[in-house]
């Protein structure tokens, strides 16, 4: 078990992993070896809960299909091994992007002094203004 966060994580039992051939790095292997690797994992019999599912779905929107069941592809290394580790590093890493909560922005007010300033500066713009008209003329 790859533990993410308190309540949230990977069982690594549950991965499936399956060899793919890789149209990458590789020669003539690549046409022999299947070095790729598709690793599925069903994120709905885990238990997660909704904020994260929601999140994660966000996150890998086309990695994740209508059943819930995460799909990653990796074929940039030669070795199978390799791939297989990159896979799970990929997914473990959206595992904590998701995880991640967002803190709540808080409200703050405008201090009475900034606002006590801003008054004043529109009352002398004001008179500026009003200084720079011709006078009125009364009969």
């Given at each position: 078990?790859?533990?993410?966060k308190y309540n949230i994580y990977i069982?690594?039992?549950?991965?499936?992993?399956?060899?793919?051939?890789?149209?990458?790095?590789?020669?003539?292997?690549?046409?022999?070896?299947?070095?790729?690797?598709?690793?599925?994992?069903?994120?709905?019999?885990?238990?997660?809960?909704?904020?994260?599912?929601i999140k994660i779905k966000k996150i890998?929107?086309?990695?994740?299909?209508?059943?819930?069941?995460?799909?990653?592809?990796?074929?940039?290394?030669?070795?199978?091994?390799r791939n297989k580790k990159e896979a799970?590093?990929?997914?473990?890493?959206?595992?904590?992007?998701?995880?991640?909560?967002?803190?709540?922005?808080?409200?703050?007010?405008?201090?009475?002094?900034?606002?006590?300033?801003?008054?004043?500066?529109?009352?002398?713009?004001?008179?500026?203004?009003?200084?720079?008209?011709?006078?009125?003329?009364?009969?």
């Open positions: 078990m790859i533990q993410i069982d690594e039992s549950m991965i499936q992993y399956k060899g793919i051939r890789s149209a990458k790095p590789g020669g003539q292997n690549v046409n022999k070896v299947s070095s790729g690797i598709h690793l599925k994992y069903d994120l709905y019999k885990h238990g997660y809960p909704d904020w994260f599912i890998a929107n086309r990695s994740i299909t209508e059943t819930g069941i995460l799909n990653i592809k990796a074929v940039s290394h030669r070795t199978q091994h799970l590093r990929r997914m473990v890493e959206l595992f904590v992007k998701a995880a991640k909560r967002n803190k709540k922005r808080i409200k703050t007010k405008t201090p009475l002094k900034a606002h006590a300033k801003r008054i004043e500066d529109k009352k002398i713009k004001s008179q500026k203004k009003r200084l720079r008209k011709p006078p009125k003329l009364n009969d």
